[in-house]
Nanobody, 119 residues
Framework: VQLQASGGGLVQAGESLRLSCAAS????????IGWYRQAPEKQRELVAV???????HYLPSVKGRFTVSRDSAKNMVFLQMDSLKPEDTAVYYC??????????????WGKGTLVTVSS
């Protein structure tokens, strides 16, 4: 599985960005798919993911501002980021997990896309 993220950039506080991630490399069923981020000198953290195709989980600080969604037919996941704040500045990574039902669990990471929010 290869994950390719796009859509990062430089915006001002209060503006919006939409990140996209395309999965390729075969036919897969994702247990979890979504987004993490890592700010300078900080640990990587979960931003928003979809588990088992229906349940969403958000970092508390982005809840109400960010929305994760997926297009299963196109093997894509999106992150709509509204009301961006300078503290949202980070490299955003697409993430997916496969496995279970007798198959080993595997984590996949895309190359990050940089989001910079200026004040």
């Amino acid at each position: 599985v290869q994950l390719q993220a796009s859509g990062g950039g430089l915006v001002q506080a209060g503006e919006s960005l939409r990140l996209s991630c395309a999965a390729s490399g075969g036919t897969f069923r994702f247990n979890v798919i979504g987004w993490y981020r890592q700010a300078p000198e900080k640990q990587r953290e979960l931003v928003a993911v979809i588990s088992n195709g229906v349940t969403t989980h958000y970092l508390p600080s982005v809840k109400g501002r960010f929305t994760v969604s997926r297009d299963s037919a196109k093997n894509m996941v999106f992150l709509q980021m509204d009301s961006l704040k300078p503290e949202d500045t980070a490299v955003y990574y697409c993430y997916a997990e496969t496995g279970g039902m007798g198959n080993p669990f595997k984590d996949y990471w895309g190359k990050g896309t940089l989001v910079t929010v200026s004040s």
